[in-house]
């Protein structure tokens, strides 16, 4: 044998055994982050299954809402992505690439949940089809090209969701309270007036008038809920459902600002203890919050003594 075959031999021997080892690593099975995405680079989260569609992106450094509408996203969501669902982790073994078992663990382009993530051209950094099984602690995913269905170790449906409820902020308004001029509130059951006055503030209804230690639990929580107006609900495109009631609200919130501007809540009864509230006139998008946030406004003089 040449020194030259003897050469050839060796280096088949060294690719073979490359090829063993390769092979024998790839069959051990290891514990991996799933999501191949950089976080660092994600702009744009999609998330979609066969009946809607849900895009957020990063607009100048704030996470929004951009389909199927424009809202500030949620920031417990987001952080949810990034913290939990980035870095889920997965054994590097499928538990499944047959086919067959795309319906049962419904990773499906019908049935299962898509996510991607893009970056800030729109260029896909990861994509998943996210199933379900009858664990309540994993998630069935499968890459859409891809057989391999793999098993991640938490449960990220409650999180990967089209629902825009799920992903709208709560708080729909904030306002600095020095900077309010009045609040006016007319009720059912009562109707009065609230405005600031060096360190107090003065209540007056028309019968009788007081001054209002800022200290007063009542006006305390009147300013937290309309400081940090956040509601429990939304309703969207149901105006025509709503509009009689709204037309003569159970309870009717202005709120003048030191610069000119103002806010207008109007409040209607749906079903007990549920009330839908309109915000600003905005015929588009209503609200949900229930009687304990009514409470708060329906208070009378002795309140604020």
């Known amino acids: 044998m040449s020194k030259k075959q003897k050469t050839y031999i060796g280096i088949l021997v060294i690719l073979v055994i490359a090829f063993l080892i390769t092979k024998i690593d790839n069959n051990v099975e290891k514990r991996i982050q799933f999501f191949q995405a950089d976080s660092a680079k994600i702009a744009s989260i999609e998330i979609s299954n066969i009946k809607d569609t849900l895009k957020i992106s990063k607009l100048n450094g704030i996470w929004k809402i951009v389909s199927p509408f424009e809202k500030e996203a949620n920031e417990y969501q987001i952080q949810n992505i990034f ?150 609900g939304f309703v969207n495109y149901e105006y025509e459902v709503y509009k009689e009631k709204l037309a003569m609200p159970s309870i009717e919130i202005g709120i003048e600002i030191l610069d000119g501007s103002n806010h207008y809540v109007r409040l209607a009864m749906d079903k007990d203890p549920k009330y839908v509230m309109q915000l600003d006139n905005n015929e588009e998008f209503l609200y949900s919050v229930y009687q304990d946030w009514v409470d708060i406004f329906t208070k009378e003089a002795m309140d604020f003594k």
Do not use: C
């Open 83 to 232: 913290t939990k669902v980035l870095n889920v982790k997965a054994s590097n073994l499928p538990i499944s690439e047959n086919e067959d078992s795309f319906n049962t663990y419904r990773v499906t382009s019908s049935q299962g949940t898509l996510l991607r993530f893009l970056d800030k051209n729109d260029n896909m950094l990861d994509e998943v089809i996210v199933g379900k099984s009858s664990s309540s602690k994993t998630t069935p995913v499968r890459r859409p090209n891809e057989n391999k269905i793999f098993k991640l170790e938490e449960n990220i449906n409650y999180i990967v969701t089209t629902n825009t409820d799920d992903w709208r902020e709560k708080t729909i308004l904030e306002i600095e309270d020095y900077n309010i001029s009045k609040i006016s509130v007319l009720s059912e059951i009562s109707a009065y007036e609230l405005t600031p006055s060096d360190s107090v503030w003065n209540y007056a209804d028309g019968k009788s008038s007081l001054i209002v230690s800022l200290n007063n639990k009542a006006l305390l929580d009147v300013l937290t809920k309309l400081t940090q107006l956040k509601v429990n």
